[in-house]
């Protein structure tokens, strides 16, 4: 059977516009929640760029920015942060089941590697859209002093190394994206499916929340070196005093020199 023949391979418009405003508004809300937790992440990734030593760790770090810097620190690049998980999250999460439907239907399979490569396709082109408000978020993270906002950041990056600055580290944004969408969506299809089989939850909070966990779990450990690389290289501007990553695997490998 073949799928240009098949109407169900493809959402109806209202569909996607759904998938994309419940998962925008889920990501956005998490977001504001755990902003403070990126923050810190972001500050731990830049720890020692191009020096060794000791490392601080999580607690440290919350310590000593809440008193040099203040409480409010926790929550700078909030405004690009919101706005890329809007876009971000309804990319991603709303293109994910129109991708998987249309795999399915054109290989005529379900199993896993249909789930993953459908992740992976919705995440990356979700990345290559939102990079650049992921460029002004850790920007925006690393800098107390920035007093113009998003905008006035985005101004001064575009003013003083070009707009394609806007897409830093898209190369190793874009495989973590791919390897986060396709390692959380088809381990949480996955896992929810074997919890329905084996045990005895049924659809609704508990089964979504255990699935939801274990998958978020799942992704971080997988796309953690990524992530570190990408971080590295949108900041490139405060590492350059101690030598230019030149790509993502270069930055790898000085990371671990």
Same mark, same amino acid.
């Given at each position: 059977?073949?799928?240009?023949?098949?109407?169900?391979?493809?959402?109806?418009?209202?569909?996607?516009?759904?998938?994309?405003?419940?998962?925008?508004?889920?990501?956005?809300?998490?977001?504001?929640?755990?902003?403070?937790?990126?923050?810190?992440?972001?500050?731990?990734?830049?720890?020692?760029?191009?020096?060794?030593?000791?490392?601080?760790?999580?607690?440290?770090?919350?310590?000593?920015?809440?008193?040099?810097?203040?409480?409010?620190?926790?929550?700078?690049?909030?405004?690009?942060?919101?706005?890329?998980?809007?876009?971000?999250?309804?990319?991603?999460?709303?293109?994910?089941?129109?991708?998987?439907?249309?795999?399915?239907?054109?290989?005529?399979?379900?199993?896993?590697?249909?789930?993953?490569?459908?992740?992976?396709?919705?995440?990356?082109?979700?990345?290559?859209?939102?990079?650049?408000?992921?460029?002004?978020?850790?920007?925006?993270?690393?800098?107390?002093? *920035? +007093?113009? &906002? !998003?905008?006035?950041?985005? %101004?001064?990056?575009?003013?003083? @190394?070009?707009?394609?600055? /806007?897409? $830093?580290?898209?190369?190793?944004?874009? *495989? +973590?994206? &791919? !390897?986060?969408?396709?390692? %959380?969506?088809?381990?949480?299809? @996955?896992?929810?499916?074997? /919890?329905? $089989?084996?045990?005895?939850?049924?659809?609704?909070?508990?089964?979504?929340?255990?699935?939801?966990?274990?998958?978020?779990?799942?992704?971080?450990?997988?796309?953690?070196?990524?992530?570190?690389?990408?971080?590295?290289?949108?900041?490139?501007?405060?590492?350059?005093?101690?030598?230019?990553?030149?790509?993502?695997?270069?930055?790898?490998?000085?990371?671990?020199?």
């Amino acid at each position: 059977m073949g799928v240009k023949n098949d109407p169900g391979w493809w959402a109806s418009p209202s569909k996607v516009a759904s998938h994309f405003g419940t998962s925008g508004l889920a990501v956005a809300a998490a977001t504001g929640i755990t902003h403070p937790i990126d923050v810190l992440k972001v500050r731990l990734q830049m720890q020692l760029v191009g020096q060794r030593g000791p490392l601080s760790g999580m607690g440290q770090t919350f310590a000593r920015v809440v008193r040099k810097e203040g409480a409010r620190s926790l929550y700078l690049g909030l405004t690009p942060a919101l706005t890329r998980s809007v876009l971000y999250g309804g990319l991603r999460l709303g293109l994910y089941e129109p991708s998987k439907n249309f795999c399915e239907l054109a290989f005529e399979s379900t199993n896993i590697f249909m789930k993953i490569a459908s992740g992976a396709v919705s995440g990356v082109f979700a990345t290559l859209l939102t990079n650049p408000m992921e460029v002004l978020k850790v920007r925006l993270q690393m800098n107390n002093n *920035a +007093r113009r &906002g !998003a905008i006035g950041e985005l %101004q001064k990056i575009a003013a003083k @190394e070009g707009v394609l600055a /806007l897409w $830093k580290g898209v190369g190793p944004e874009m *495989a +973590r994206a &791919g !390897a986060l969408t396709a390692s %959380q969506l088809a381990t949480y299809d @996955e896992f929810k499916r074997v /919890l329905v $089989k084996w045990t005895s939850l049924e659809e609704g909070f508990y089964l979504h929340f255990i699935s939801s966990t274990i998958a978020a779990s799942v992704s971080t450990l997988i796309t953690a070196p990524m992530d570190m690389v990408k971080t590295r290289l949108m900041l490139q501007r405060e590492s350059m005093s101690h030598g230019a990553y030149r790509n993502g695997f270069h930055c790898a490998y000085k990371v671990n020199c």
